[in-house]
Every structure is written in C-alpha cells, then in structure tokens.
C-alpha cells in the first residue's frame, strides 16, 4: 500500500501534532482521553523524541490517533515515523528483504548519476521473487 499522496509529506512529529489537532484536541485533553503522559507527546511533537521504537507502542499510538489499519494513512504514519529515524519501514524489511541490496543504485538515482537499465531491471526481478 502507498502513502496518502494527496497530503504534503511532513515530520513524523509534525504529523502527530496536526493530527492531534485535526480530532479537536488540545494536547492535554488528548492525553487525558488516551491515556498519554503530555510531556510524553509534547516531546514527540516538539522533535525532542523520536517515534516509539516498539512496534507495538507505535501501533498504539496510531489507533490513539485514530488511524484506521490498514489505510493510506495508517501506513503512511509508519513510513513516516521510520523515514524519521533514517531506518527503512518494518513491512519493507520483512517483506523485501534484498532491498538493501539495492540501495547503492537508489543512491546513484537521487544523485542524479545514471541508473542502468540492468540495474532496475534486477530489482524488480528481486523484488518479485521475495513477494
């Protein structure tokens, strides 16, 4: 699944933050309601803490958000707490394991360097082997 392609990519912590207020919620009521210390996610969103490391803390958070499993948004919420800490997303590590392979040509392309023909085509045969 893809990330929500309609909103402005952001800052996991700003994406928390603009979420909280989307609910209508202030950040103490939000903790209140959802069982959060507020100095917690005032430091998330501030960027003075990273995203949740566990998987399962991170979940938490995004059903507190009310994220729905499964949706653009759910998964572009991951996407964003990884892209935050520089780590790939934890469905794409286990799914795709061989992608790290490949990371020397994703760095050729964002340098603008040329990327072969050989070079796309071996990973997505990669690709499609691991699904």
Not at 8 to 18: A, V, Y
Not at 95 to 123: C, G, H, Q, S
């Amino acid at each position: 699944m893809k990330p929500a392609q309609t909103k402005p990519q952001m800052q996991f912590n700003q994406l928390i933050k603009n979420r909280r207020q989307e609910l209508g919620y202030t950040l103490r009521k939000f903790c209140e309601a959802k069982g959060y210390d507020p100095s917690y996610i005032s430091r998330i969103e501030n960027g003075l803490l990273n995203p949740p490391t566990d998987q399962e803390k991170l979940r938490g958070l995004a059903i507190a958000l009310e994220y729905e499993d499964g949706t653009p948004d759910w998964v572009h919420f991951f996407d964003s707490a990884a892209a935050y800490k520089y780590e790939f997303p934890s469905d794409i590590k286990e799914n795709f394991p061989k992608v790290v392979e490949f990371l020397p040509a994703f760095y050729r392309a964002v340098r603008k360097e040329k990327v072969t023909e050989t070079d796309i085509k071996t990973l997505l045969n990669t690709l499609r082997q691991d699904q």
